[in-house]
């Protein structure tokens, strides 16, 4: 079984300011680790994803994550928030290389004050 | 390029009703995932079509069913519709050996 734990269901950064959303996952099998945006009333965009490799992953939008087995976390962040960021964030795991269903974590909601 | 289409995109239904949503994947796509995402709450697993046939489950009970046809889209049909059952209803598709999967805007779903 796989579970996904987002901390914070909501995020209040300042604009300009770092963006750190945290994510922490367990998987019985190597993992595949995605961040995926919904902004209000649409579907999921994906952000970024890690499969193999390079443990520091870049995305759209000026988004990165680290991939970090010994935490067994996945947070995302931004160097300087943008107004237009504001939406839900998920993050998901994938076992079977990435062909199984997606298990998401609840979402956090990310607010950018001006 | 169309990316993953679902329709209808708002509907309303009855307690007890049936309803059928229906998907078409991105152009190449061979493999569609249906997800439900309750108001507040991130999406959940459904189940997972490939050739036709439905390759994984989730934790959803025997209501829930789909098809997969020739072309690759896909149906997803609800029995007996409970209030709960109202969500937005989301699909993803990918293509073989691909990791990427890309979602729909969703169709949602009312209970009434």
């Known amino acids: 079984a796989q579970s996904v734990t987002q901390l914070g269901s909501h995020v209040s950064v300042s604009e300009g300011a770092l963006v750190l959303l945290r994510c922490n996952y367990s998987s019985s099998v190597p993992p595949y680790l995605f961040w995926y945006v919904q902004y209000p009333n649409q579907g999921l965009q994906l952000l970024l994803k890690y499969t193999t490799g390079a443990t520091l992953v870049k995305g759209i939008n000026g988004f990165e994550a680290e991939f970090k087995k010994s935490e067994t976390s996945f947070h995302l962040t931004k160097p300087s928030a943008h107004m237009s960021d504001a939406a839900e964030y998920f993050c998901a795991v994938s076992s079977g290389g990435g062909a199984d269903g997606l298990t998401f974590g609840k979402g956090t909601h990310l607010i950018i004050q001006p | 390029d169309a990316g993953v289409t679902q329709s209808p995109t708002h509907l309303i239904k009855t307690r007890g009703q049936q309803v059928t949503l229906r998907c078409s994947p991105k152009s190449g796509h061979d493999t569609v995932s249906w997800y439900q995402q309750a108001l507040g709450q991130g999406p959940q697993f459904i189940f997972q079509?490939?050739?036709?046939?439905?390759?994984q489950r989730g934790n959803f009970p025997d209501r829930f069913s789909g098809h997969q046809f020739p072309n690759y889209s896909s149906e997803l049909n609800v029995n007996a519709l409970l209030l709960g059952d109202s969500a937005l209803y989301l699909c993803?598709?990918?293509?073989?050996?691909?990791?990427?999967?890309?979602f729909g805007e969703g169709s949602w779903l009312t209970v009434v």
């Open positions: 079509y490939y050739e036709e046939e439905e390759r």
């Open positions: 993803a598709s990918r293509g073989t050996g691909r990791n990427t999967i890309y």
